[in-house]
């Protein structure tokens, strides 16, 4: 008897192919190496201090002392173990890389669609480029964080993921949006 | 004699004729009619009946606060009740009713009330109606609630979507009038993030039905190029359609945007109307005054319009309400109405001017009766004439309209939303809104200045102020040239003595001056008092219309200032809100998320039939084919487990991860049992209470390093419990140096449970799970064959030997399948939550259904566990208190069931046999029951008063609500291997 | 204050990213405390009309508790601080 | 004056210009038997029981405002008696006894309407809660009935039965629950409480409360000092502020409850109904307004107004389990102060200071209590030992560990 383990994404099933990307694109990341790190009580500066020099990393603000962090140079198995021993005794580090989906949103009415379910002032102004921070998105809290003038990440827990799929695609039932999974 | 359209003028589209049907009669409009001017152009002025008399009543306003206009429009599905004819957008094939009328409009049986009228006085319905006792219900309220009550629904699902939005400005002008563009105009040229909300489908408020012009233009052309200058301005948006209803806290404010209630077809793709949530760091509103009514006899006749009404159907529909309008005035509103009909070439029948004096001059020609008062009006569905009074003279002056004006109000509506209270101004005559601070100010008329040249000022002064606020510099303030305006003054006239018919101060509520009379006789006359005892303000138009005549007249009876009368409360809604739109999309399969194990897919493979768990669905049960009801499923997975195996998702239990040196501290403080001694790779089963002693939750604790934990949950406290966790640990003991963070989604967690489990998971896991290697609550990672880190923990819910398996959430499927491929030849199956009920109830174990919130560590036979000599955790004071440590406390014990073909249902009470049903004797309750095919008969698990004292006991199990009375005897509620074989096996 | 709250770590937000616990004037007594000390704790409010202390946790956002300064009448609000650093200001 | 259809005709024929006031405006006296401090709905009815049903007609009532302006003349009306727990159902059946002999004892039409209360029930914990609560009902002989998905269907079609995540799969009816007109029932207790010789004193605050030797004397107020042998506090949501007059601190919280009505509709909805996936409750008043609420905002407030965001959580829910509200229109919301106590369970007991009695603790559900509370407050004062069936609302019963918790939160206030 052969073991292997095929991992399945939360959206696998729920999520059809598409003829064509529209204006807004919701786009889903198959996998996606993720990990929060928390800093050793009194050791927040140092742990942030670690994390970002280094870019290899992109860590996003989720509450004094935490971060969730994503890379796109380490692989889910390994951005972990890679973490904890940069950081050493400053952070504990958990792997969330199968406890949350990552989609980006992007295309002109990005922000006019969040903002149908985010009290967050999405100004470019106000949420700049690189501003990263939890918030309630209609029901749900994620991990809201703006990657360019048009284009947004949200990362959520796994378990919800076809639930914010669904609220996104009603947010954005006036404005023209395909859902499709990362090319990458 | 007929209302009718001029041949011109007017801003509708003359080019564009449209159809609509009113009571099933095919009429003609324009585009840019409202309903209510459709209706007037077509001279149809009756177009409802009054709440209580049933009277025959007419438009009487132009805008949203129409206390009579009020019509179903559309209809099945898409039928709105209540709708205000004066706001209604006019569309190709619109529908519209009349409502609170039968068998028709014109012949309403409902008006013999009028003629009752002097016996339903306000409050008649206090005084009688309680003879006999049971007629109240039975025959009166019945007949009552028939005949009030306004539009129809029975309430059909509605096929239209929602929409809600957030919005952020700097500052939020309402209202689009003078004052309104002229503020937002600063604004925008200063470069201030500017939100503009206008409630008409046309932006430009009085000024489209001011009849100067303004720097050389009409005034509705001047607002058109305002308005496509700050459309062009990207850091403007305009909200058409938009009604302000609430100012909340920190300058939040509700608004609803009718996106499509005036079209013919609606877009599926667009929600019908939208909720913004603006969050606005200033806001001025610029909300224009209200006109009000004057109170005189027979005031309420169709064809009696209020002036400024009867301008805006003349200047901006092109409509004349009448052939021959009477005017009453007590200012210089109506002088301006008379001007506006004579200039449109419409008679005037006479002007009424109830000041002997004024230096306000009538249009050449009109016969100007100053002095003078309406007393009474005669007509049945319209007005016909009215009876003038000078000097105790009487007149009858046929017309067929009337234009009244008993002077302006401004609308502050907003701004007293939130606690302040309006102040009397005794130079304007009205109630001023309250200074509420920089954040909110009132600009133009809704600020006390009724000339037009004062509202560009004062909407460009207030916007200034704004910009400086949010310091930018003010630029591109230019105020546009007015001819000379008059003087816009009047002098208060509450009501109209000698009144020869009833003078209504509310018209939809039917609330005359004799009504105010009553109240104030009987007690009644504090504004509140008179409001809730008449009525009156509580209509539909919340009194926008009425409330000031009636406070004038209160005053008046009182013999004190309106001042000292005070207005009633000001509350959202300012005019009313569908539920669609405060609801938005979050209704129904989206009223709240659903969440979903990464064993779904694999549950669903297998066949579950699904279940709410709160925001989850589990998997219930796994039926076969053959199987045809769930009790036959459920008992094959039972005894298919207790002698084989079986798999069980147990994902959605609540995870949590707690590191850090004093974690084990951390957590000995929040559990009742110790776990500061727990040996790493060794797991216990942790209790949790509430500071007051009574049981929290109940999980795991697993030890996997010195300073590393890994804690459960269960499902349904999953989230309580991290909070719970947050709060000692960041509140309590902040000084305890611990981290955690909850990792509910990153495993897949599965049960093998039966006498095979070990056999089926080691042929799938590396490690050696041997007894001795791996013994009741070890709890570690191991490797599964395949390469793949997992944790294992021995621990049993079911009383079998079992473990609980967790692997990265996305490789949960492929696990589950492996140990199924596994088992197969050791005869495992899936099994579901109904299973794992009784599973656990034959063994024993308590659930929520158990741990209510009223039950301690002794009530669910847990005592023993209690950390006694530990130093303290949450809970153990107050677990001490002499009521929860009482003798007869309800204890948790089993039940089995002595007449094997009566069930026992949880919910059920105990009691003694032969003793009669009553409080003092119940004896306690059952909390689960099931059948438990393991032993053959129906068993529960119940709190009985001293229980553990009474095993062996005959006892009535008592559910009268479903008509059934079992016997069952008494006993421990570990109904199955009690000394632990199986478990430890 | 009820419809929006500004977290000292994650900016302003709306009520619905929290969840409310109620008074955060009382300090847990130590274990050996008087009875009365702890049915005080655990039950007793002062419940002025005013200015107030309020446990707040930022659910959605960072997850801290916080403590809310603010007035019960009008809803002002005074002052937010996470609760870990108020709690260094009471002991 | 009696009322009576007769009256009725007898005035209308004079104009109805022969109606006299409903209760007198009286200045206060120097001293009473018993002051009682609040004018709603249970002071009033503690003055009138205390003078119909024990002779004490001594008695003041003094209120801040407008007799009413409390939470009688601002809830959604409810009258019912199903709860679950043995020290609340007695007291509750007792009250809606009372409710139902009221309108004749006051001459007074309160219009109670018993169209029952249906409460929803949606999963199989939930229906097993009902099942126990109904039992409980039935055990102190009150009348509940099992309604099963295919009833409901019948009685109530509007319902959402194709929500397929919380399926409505039954319901608990009580049928002898309804609603009557709030403000009437203020108004009813009031003039009979007048008539009896009670002086109900409007516009006049409690500033403090005066103590000798520790022993309540009398009150401090705007009008000058009342003195009383017994001090009787039903200020509901603002009892702690009068508490503390007495150095007193009481097992309390106060928080806004919203409530709201739409506009006019004919009748459409015959019931009052309750959703179990939320808190949502609704009926219609005979004015034809659907009233309806849920719960709390949440936070501690003495305003009498609520948020936004609890106001779009109630729409949600309404539209949830009636989806052919969602074109109904809301016409007003307001709020009330609540009295939100440790367990969710009130207070009727004396106080730890002599001659100082106590009425609070009613949480969002003190309407349906109005003619107990009053009844029982009376026979405490009157008779200085608690009404049998009032027996468990004792404020010592925190420190003693005997709560009355229906639901089960513990002693988060906001949470029941």
């Known amino acids: 008897m052969a073991y292997e383990y095929q991992a399945v994404h939360a959206l696998d099933g729920t999520i059809g192919a598409i003829a064509e990307r529209r204006a807004n694109h919701l786009s889903v990341h198959r996998t996606t190496a993720v990990a929060m790190v928390l800093a050793v009580p009194g050791q927040t500066a140092e742990a942030a201090g670690i994390l970002l020099s280094s870019g290899e990393f992109e860590a996003r603000f989720s509450g004094p002392g935490e971060w969730l962090v994503l890379s796109e140079v380490h692989a889910p198995e390994t951005l972990a173990a890679e973490l904890s021993v940069r950081l050493g005794d400053f952070a504990f580090v958990v792997d969330q890389s199968h406890g949350r989906v990552v989609l980006t949103l992007s295309g002109p009415d990005a922000a006019r669609i969040l903002a149908n379910g985010i009290a967050v002032d999405l100004h470019a102004d106000a949420f700049p480029v690189g501003r990263a921070a939890n918030v309630l998105c209609s029901h749900l809290s994620i991990n809201l964080a703006r990657t360019g003038n048009e284009s947004f990440d949200l990362v959520v827990m796994r378990s919800f993921a076809e639930a914010l799929v669904d609220d996104l695609k009603v947010m954005a039932r006036s404005h023209d949006l395909s859902v499709d999974f990362a090319t990458r | ?985 | 204050m009820a419809s929006l709250i500004s977290c000292p770590h994650c900016g302003t937000r709306p009520k619905e990213e929290f969840f409310i616990r109620g008074d955060a004037t009382p300090v847990r007594p130590a274990l050996m405390a008087a009875e009365e000390v702890w049915h005080d704790y655990v039950h007793l409010r002062a419940n002025p009309r005013g200015r107030i202390r309020e446990h707040w946790q930022h659910v959605a956002g960072c997850r801290r508790w916080l403590v809310v300064e603010r007035d019960n009448f009008t809803h002002e609000v005074f002052g937010v601080t996470d609760a870990a650093k108020a709690g260094e200001g009471a002991r | 004056m009696r009322y009576s259809a007769l009256s009725i005709l007898k005035q209308a024929f004079a104009g109805n210009l022969g109606w006299k006031p409903v209760w007198r405006e009286p200045e206060p006296k120097a001293h009473y038997d018993v002051i009682i401090v609040g004018g709603g709905g249970h002071g009033l009815a503690t003055a009138y029981y205390l003078a119909k049903e024990f002779g004490i007609r001594n008695v003041a009532v003094i209120e801040k405002g407008y007799l009413g302006s409390g939470n009688v003349g601002r809830n959604t009306t409810i009258v019912r008696s199903n709860y679950m727990l043995p020290g609340n159902e007695p007291f509750y059946e007792f009250s809606l006894k009372l409710w139902e002999g009221l309108e004749q004892g006051l001459n007074y039409n309160v219009m109670l309407s018993q169209r029952g209360i249906i409460s929803l029930f949606h999963n199989d914990g939930q229906r097993d809660h009902y099942i126990r609560r109904g039992n409980a009902m039935m055990m102190e002989g009150v009348a509940a009935e099992l309604l099963d998905r295919e009833t409901l269907k019948g009685m109530l079609p509007f319902l959402n039965f194709e929500h397929g995540r919380f399926p409505i799969i039954g319901g608990l009816l009580q049928r002898r629950a309804g609603t009557a007109r709030h403000d009437a029932v203020a108004w009813g207790f009031a003039r009979g409480a007048d008539r009896l010789g009670v002086d109900l004193i409007q516009n006049c605050e409690v500033t403090g409360i005066r103590r000798e030797n520790g022993v309540v004397t009398g009150v401090e107020t705007t009008k000058g000092f009342i003195g009383c042998n017994k001090l009787a506090l039903a200020a509901a949501g603002n009892s702690s502020r009068v508490a503390e007059m007495a150095g007193l601190k009481l097992p309390l919280e106060s928080h806004v409850l919203q409530a709201f009505v739409t506009e006019g509709l004919k009748p459409c909805i015959d019931h009052v109904i309750t959703y179990g996936a939320g808190h949502f409750y609704i009926s219609q008043s005979d004015k034809g307004g659907l009233v309806f609420g849920a719960e709390i905002d949440g936070y501690s407030s003495y305003a009498q107004r609520g948020n936004l965001a609890t106001a779009e959580h109630v729409m949600e829910e309404g539209v949830t389990m009636i989806p052919g509200l969602s074109r109904v229109r809301v016409l007003r919301s307001w709020g009330g102060v609540m009295d939100m106590s440790m367990d969710g369970s009130p207070i009727i007991d004396r106080t730890s200071i002599e001659n100082l009695y106590l009425n609070c603790g009613w949480c969002y559900g003190g309407f349906k209590a109005t003619p107990a509370s009053g009844f029982c407050f009376a026979h405490l004062l009157a008779k200085g030992e608690s009404h049998h069936v009032a027996r468990a609302l004792r404020l010592d019963r925190f420190e003693r560990g005997f709560p009355i918790d229906e639901a089960g939160a513990g002693t988060q206030p906001n949470l029941h």
């Open chain 2, 1 to 985: 004699m007929t209302a009718y359209r001029l041949a011109s003028g007017g801003l509708v589209d003359r080019s564009h004729g449209i159809r609509f049907t009113f009571d099933g009669a095919t009429l003609t409009g324009h585009a840019g009619d409202t309903l209510a001017s459709a209706l007037l152009a077509n001279d149809t002025l009756l177009v409802g009946r009054s709440f209580k008399y049933h009277r025959p009543r007419g438009i009487v306003t132009a805008g949203p606060s129409e206390p009579n206009g009020l019509v179903t429009i559309g209809s099945g599905v898409r039928r709105d009740p209540n709708t205000r004819a004066t706001v209604a957008e006019l569309y190709d094939g619109l529908e519209a009713r009349s409502q609170n009328r039968w068998p028709s409009l014109a012949y309403d049986i409902g008006a013999v009330n009028n003629l009752m009228s002097r016996f339903l006085s306000a409050g008649f319905y206090y005084k009688t109606f309680m003879w006999p006792a049971a007629f109240w219900e039975k025959v009166y309220e019945p007949l009552i609630r028939r005949a009030a009550g306004l539009g129809r629904t029975d309430l059909p699902r509605d096929p239209d979507s929602y929409e809600k939005s957030w919005a952020h400005c700097d500052l939020l002008v309402v209202g689009s009038g003078p004052a309104g563009l002229s503020a937002a105009l600063v604004a925008a040229r200063s470069g201030l993030r500017v939100i503009l909300a206008e409630q008409d489908f046309v932006f430009g408020g009085a000024l489209l039905s001011e009849a100067m012009p303004i720097g050389g233009e009409p005034a509705y052309v001047f607002a058109r190029r305002v308005v496509e200058e700050l459309q062009s301005s990207p850091n403007v948006t305009l909200l058409p359609r938009t009604t302000v209803f609430g100012w909340y806290d920190d300058n939040v404010f509700g608004a609803v945007e009718r996106v499509q209630k005036g079209v013919a077809v609606v877009d599926a793709t667009k929600p019908v109307e939208r909720m913004w949530r603006i969050v606005a760091k200033h806001a001025i509103l610029a909300t224009g005054a209200e006109e009000r009514p004057l109170v005189f006899g027979g005031n309420d006749r169709p064809g009696i319009l209020t002036a400024s009404a009867v301008s805006t159907y003349a200047n901006r529909f092109g409509v004349a309400a009448g052939e021959s309008v009477t005017v009453f005035t007590n200012g210089a509103s109506g002088y301006r109405t008379a001007r506006d009909l004579a200039a449109q070439g419409v008679e005037i029948a006479a002007l009424i001017d109830s000041r002997p004096a004024s230096g306000d001059i009538a249009p050449a020609g009109v016969r100007l009766l100053r002095g003078g008062a309406i007393v009474d009006t005669k007509g049945r569905h319209r007005v016909r004439a009215v009876v003038a009074d000078r000097g105790g003279f009487e007149e009858l002056i046929a017309c067929d309209a009337v234009a009244m004006s008993g002077g302006w109000s401004p609308v502050i509506h907003l701004a007293c939303q939130r606690g302040g209270k309006p102040v009397w101004s005794e130079a304007l005559q009205a109630f001023m809104a309250p200074d509420v601070g920089s954040g909110l100010v009132m600009a133009g008329a809704a600020a006390g200045h009724y000339l037009l040249s004062e509202c560009f000022d004062d909407g460009a002064r207030k916007a200034s102020a704004v910009v400086e606020a949010v310091g930018r510099s003010v630029s591109g303030v230019e105020q546009p040239v007015i001819g000379e305006e008059a003087d816009p003054s009047f002098t208060a006239l509450w009501h109209v003595p000698g009144a020869k018919s009833k003078a209504f101060v509310d018209f939809q509520n039917d609330v005359h001056t004799k009504d105010l009379g009553l109240a104030v006789r009987e007690g009644f006359g504090h504004v509140e008092h008179a409001k809730r005892y008449t009525t009156g303000g509580m209509a539909t138009d919340q009194g926008k219309l009425g409330n000031i005549n009636a406070i004038g007249i209160l005053a008046g009876m009182r013999g004190v200032s309106p001042a000292e009368v005070g207005t009633t409360t000001f509350r959202p809604f300012y005019t009313p809100v569908s539920f669609g739109a405060m609801a938005g999309a979050s209704i129904g399969e989206h009223a709240m998320p659903t969440r979903r194990s990464p064993l779904h897919g694999w549950a669903a493979r297998n066949g579950a039939v699904f279940i709410d768990a709160g925001l989850w669905y589990r998997s219930s049960w796994f039926p076969k084919a053959v199987e045809k009801s769930w009790r036959e499923s459920v008992d094959r997975e039972v005894r298919n487990v207790r002698e084989n195996a079986g798999l069980c998702d147990v994902s959605t239990l609540g995870k949590i991860e707690v590191f850090g040196p004093d974690a084990a501290e951390f957590l000995n403080r929040l559990y009742c049992n110790p776990v500061l001694k727990l040996p790493v790779g060794k797991a216990r089963y942790g209790l949790m209470l509430r500071e007051d002693g009574m049981v929290y939750d109940d999980g795991t604790v697993s030890r996997l390093g010195d300073e590393h934990f890994f804690v459960t949950t269960t499902t349904a406290m999953a989230s309580g419990v991290l909070s719970h966790m947050e709060f000692a640990a960041q509140v309590l003991w902040p000084d305890l140096r611990v981290r955690f963070l909850s990792v509910s989604d990153q495993w897949a967690q599965m049960s093998i449970a039966g006498p095979k489990a070990r056999t089926i998971l080691q042929a799938v896991v590396e490690d050696d799970i041997s007894n001795a290697s791996f013994p009741f609550l070890a709890a570690r990672e191991v490797r599964l064959k395949g390469n793949l880190k997992a944790r294992l923990f021995r621990i049993s819910f079911s009383g079998e030997l079992a473990y609980e398996l967790a692997v990265p959430a996305g490789h949960g499927e492929a696990v589950a399948d492996a140990l199924m491929r596994a088992g197969a030849s050791h005869g495992i199956c899936a099994y579901g939550v109904e299973t794992l009920n009784v599973l656990r109830l034959e063994k024993g174990h308590v659930t929520h259904a158990e741990l209510d919130g009223r039950v301690t560590p002794d009530d669910a036979g847990l005592g023993r566990m209690m950390g006694t000599s530990k130093a303290d955790f949450i809970g153990k004071r107050l677990s001490t208190r002499f009521g929860l440590t009482a003798a007869d406390r309800m204890q948790l014990v089993g039940l089995k069931s002595v007449e094997p073909e009566k069930d026992m249902r949880a919910g059920a009470h105990l009691l003694k046999d032969g003793v009669k049903p009553s409080t003092i004797n119940d004896q306690g309750w059952v909390s689960s029951t099931c059948f438990s095919p393991t032993l053959g008969g129906h068993i529960a698990l119940a709190f009985l008063k001293s229980g553990r004292e009474r095993y062996g006991e005959k006892i009535v199990v008592w559910d009268q609500l479903r008509g059934v009375e079992t016997f069952a005897e008494v006993c421990d509620p570990v109904f199955v291997d009690p000394e632990n074989t199986k478990l430890m096996a």
